[in-house]
């Protein structure tokens, strides 16, 4: 999240509008130094659809959340993005209520996330 510090969120929001660009910034990230299997360790796979990544030793399939903290967030991903984002430019601590309500997401589920 480093490439945000610095900017506004509305800035952040135009970048990544939606889920799906959110994820493909995800695998960009995860797999900027090439892909390695998370099971069998294979460094050779192709990119599937939706940002996953296949890999040739065990086809097993990786998404771009897998092994992230965005991974299985039950609230959409770019709303965890904006949680991130807020904590990592907010210079106050924020707290999971506040968070909660800026972000419309039970305060218990914020919570876990952070
Ligand atoms: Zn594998």
């Given at each position: 999240m480093e490439d945000f510090k610095g900017q506004s969120i509305l800035n952040f929001i135009k970048e990544l509008p939606n889920d799906d660009t959110c994820k493909a910034y995800l695998a960009k990230i995860k797999w900027q130094d090439g892909f390695t299997c998370m099971?069998?360790?294979?460094q050779q796979g192709c990119e599937k659809a939706g940002h996953n990544y296949q890999c040739y030793g065990c086809q097993h399939v990786e998404s771009?959340?897998?092994?992230?903290?965005?991974?299985?967030?039950?609230?959409?991903l770019q709303k965890a993005f904006c949680v991130v984002f807020e904590m990592s430019t907010s210079s106050k601590s924020v707290s999971s209520i506040q968070m909660g309500k800026c972000f419309d997401i039970r305060q218990g589920t914020a919570w876990c996330f952070m």
């Open positions: 099971k069998c360790r294979h771009s959340t897998a092994n992230t903290l965005f991974h299985k967030v039950k609230f959409g």
